[in-house]
């Protein structure tokens, strides 16, 4: 018996011992790392964007970028919904500029790596996406010809030290815009095409300026990131990088049976990609289609990689070349968001619809049909055990 | 000593029960739509005009990038394809979306060789490629399995 009594105590410990440490496979491992900060490759060079590594470019891109003469009213900047200390976000479910607009602030670490901007991807260039909000009537509520001039009376040498000298505007009305209202419409058709082009070169150097800037804002290691790269070399994680054993199950869900790391893909967590995972719209606001109605609004972008405010040659507009401009499946598709910090900025989706990760996981969990189009997501019945462990692990990408 | 025999043949006896319930789970478990067994980079086309060969340009696949890829058409005997008109369509059939960008045909470069320029593989996984082939032999199709 006393034989007996020691083998059971030994496989006993052996069970364990093994229950003890997180044991992955090496397919799990291999995801893990792909996952890891240290994967994210070097921003690739825009070649659209010239000035885009020019440091003076990046200065005044950011002097732009938190000045709040940069609108109609003098009271919104870009740091007024991109928050510096909020992740560049504003912790709001719609955006606040001049009005209350239709979605969420996105955070902006790491955005230089995007393909596509906005959540429904109506910009292909990070310059061409600064431009937006700040002739968009909600947010900064500019018009071209004022920023053109308000260029030159504020930042007129900076300006021309990197993007050469700035047009004669004595002839340019102060308030002129193809968008707007109806009298800086007026105003703008009754300027000659040439003036309108320099003011619109004036305009797109100033997206330049501030997408050089942006390029610089990158997504900071995280525990995960520390436990990742002690996973992959087999090393014992230590300190914070230690995960607990609901991290550790949380992790194991979110590459394997909930099928996270399907879209929250790559050092990012995500594919950079539009998807309908059937999010509810949100009652009062104006219909939102998300990616299908971008397709057109990116096509018609006088700032487009076709269009002639891009530098370098046309082999850069790949994306915009080859982009899926139809399908059922473009209807309410929405881009997938950077998991990266997200524990700490509800609320969460494009519109601020859940308050918490709870409210997320549960939505992934239970998948609801979409109200327009089909979502792509397929319901998990997980339990309550774990949606928290998911959770758990998602707050390791903030810490 | 008696004891510990009965012990482990009791222990086997649970085990053998547990591969059989396993079993029986398994077998009987309804499947899902699996990739296709067949990852090869050359193909006969389905009305066997054509020998399809699809592979990355730079001869590796990276997740996430905007590819270009060559598909190389022959006929059965061996002599280059010149002058097809290739379509491109796909998706990943275990998610029922198609693909994240519309590939094309971009350049003819010689000896049945044509470009596919704007492949992006954005998820790991199996990705399904159609392709639509129209030549003076006749029009044809081929379908090729990427697993990620």
Redesign the interface.
């Known amino acids: ?1 006393s ?2 009594s020691s083998l059971l105590a030994l496989v006993m410990v052996a069970v364990l011992a093994g229950c003890g440490r997180p044991e992955f496979s090496d397919a799990e491992k291999q ?1 893990v790392a792909s996952l890891a900060l240290s994967k994210l490759p070097p921003l690739k060079p825009d070649t659209t964007n010239r000035f885009a590594e020019v440091p003076a470019a990046a200065a005044l891109g950011s002097t732009l970028f938190f000045d709040t003469g940069m609108s109609g009213g003098g009271t919104v900047s870009c740091s007024t919904c991109h928050k510096i200390d909020r992740q560049f976000q504003d912790d709001l479910p719609q955006a606040v500029g001049v009005g209350r607009t239709n979605r969420r602030t996105m955070p902006l670490a790491g955005v230089a790596h995007d ?1 596509w901007f906005f959540w429904d991807g109506r910009r292909d260039s990070l310059w061409a996406q600064a431009l937006t909000p700040l002739e968009n009537p909600l947010e900064q509520a500019g018009n071209r010809a004022a920023f053109a001039h308000y260029i030159k009376a504020r930042f007129g040498e900076r300006y021309e030290r990197i993007f050469g000298p700035l047009p004669d505007l004595s002839g340019v009305p102060a308030n002129a815009n193809p968008l707007g209202t109806d009298a800086e419409r007026a105003a703008w058709n009754a300027m000659p095409e040439a003036q309108a082009e320099e003011v619109n070169r004036v305009f797109a150097n100033i997206g330049k300026a501030i997408a050089a800037f942006e390029r610089s804002i990158a997504p900071p290691q995280t525990r995960f990131d520390r436990f990742a790269t002690d996973l992959a070399v087999g090393a014992e994680p230590q300190g914070d990088a230690v995960f607990s054993p609901e991290e550790i199950l949380g992790l194991k869900l979110f590459i394997g049976k909930a099928n996270c ?3 929250h ?2 050092p990012r967590f995500t ?5 309908n995972t059937g999010v509810p719209p949100v009652a009062g606001l104006p219909p939102d289609r998300g990616r299908v109605d971008a397709v057109a609004q990116v096509e018609a972008d006088p700032f487009n990689c076709f269009g002639t405010f891009r530098d370098g040659d046309a082999s850069a507009c ?2 915009l ?5 139809a ?1 059922p ?1 473009l209807i309410r598709g929405y881009k997938t968001p950077s998991l990266r910090g997200a524990a700490t900025r509800p609320p969460y989706m494009h519109a601020g619809q859940f308050s918490s990760l709870d409210e997320v996981v549960a939505h992934y969990s239970k998948a609801p049909a979409s109200v327009e189009g ?1 979502s ?1 997501i397929h319901p998990l019945q997980l339990s309550d055990r774990e949606r928290a462990a998911l959770v758990a692990f998602l707050k390791t990408l903030a810490e | 000593m008696a ?2 025999w009965r ?1 482990l043949l009791g222990g086997f006896g649970l085990a053998a029960l547990l591969a059989g319930v396993l079993a029986v789970v398994y077998l009987t478990a309804p499947h899902a739509p699996q990739p296709s067994s067949d990852v090869g980079r050359s193909r006969t086309t389905a009305n066997k005009l054509f020998v399809a060969t699809f592979e990355p340009e730079k001869g590796v696949i990276r ?2 990038e ?1 590819e270009s890829w060559l598909l190389t058409l022959k006929t059965v005997e061996g002599a280059p394809v010149e002058g097809a008109a290739i379509t491109i369509s796909g998706g990943m059939p275990q ?10 045909a971009t350049d003819y470069l010689g000896e049945g060789r044509y470009r596919i ?2 492949v ?1 593989f ?4 199996w990705w399904q490629l159609h392709f639509a082939i129209s030549a003076a032999a006749g029009s044809d199709t081929v379908v090729f399995n990427v697993v990620l």
């Open positions: 018996m034989r007996f995801t393909p790391v399907t879209c893909n790559g594919d950079g990609s539009f998807h790949r994306e070349r080859f982009m899926v401009k399908g499946e089909v792509e | 004891s510990l012990y997740q996430g905007l998610h029922k979306h198609g693909l994240p960008t519309s590939p094309q320029d704007g992006k954005t998820m790991s996984g």
